[in-house]
């Protein structure tokens, strides 16, 4: 399956490059750039697209705010922040926001095409380092964390997949499972850790192995 990008970035020498890196990637086609936050939303609202590759530092309105607008589209693409900013808070608020994935620029064209295709495929993806610098920001053991307690063992089977940043199909091919079953099983999950959705519940997973 062809997976659709759209490149979000005001840089166009930065645009420009990432666009023929992932163009040259297999699997990936880049139905079309924008170069601020507005321009994306409108379209992700009119056009067909897998993954939005979203910076954060955009003019006239954040990547934060536009991927949260994003994500509330029906049948929204997975966004994937690719961004200078590395700060713990706003890492936390582009996830909080919905983003599935969070690398900085400093990644090879490979390893965000790699990102894409994990994105693509309803997986969560962390650059190097990204996942244990959100994970700092709490101290203490949550509610969510402590539910971890209650987890049957192959819901911990599958827990520590999406911690890996598996989809729903590779834990299915990994377990033996049917898709349905691995749909019930990480709903469970949800509901028991007390979390929203499943790239929380990878962070947590994380935290806990």
Known sequence: MTIRVLIVDDHPVFRDGLTAALAASDRIEIAATAGDGPEAIE??????????????????MSGIDATARIVE??????VLVVTMVDDDDTIAAALHAGARGYLLKGASGEQIASAVRT???GGAIF????AARVLRQTTQPSPAESATDGLTDRERDVLALLAEGASNAQIARALG???KTVQNYVSRILDKLQVADRTQAALLGRRRR
């Open 127 to 130: 650059g190097s380092g990204i």
């Open 43 to 60: 379209m992700a609202r009119s056009g067909r697209f897998d993954v939005i590759v979203m910076d954060l530092s955009l003019p006239s």
């Open 119 to 121: 994105v693509a495929e």
């Open 73 to 78: 589209l029906p049948d929204a693409p997975a």
């Open 177 to 179: 499972l049917s898709m």
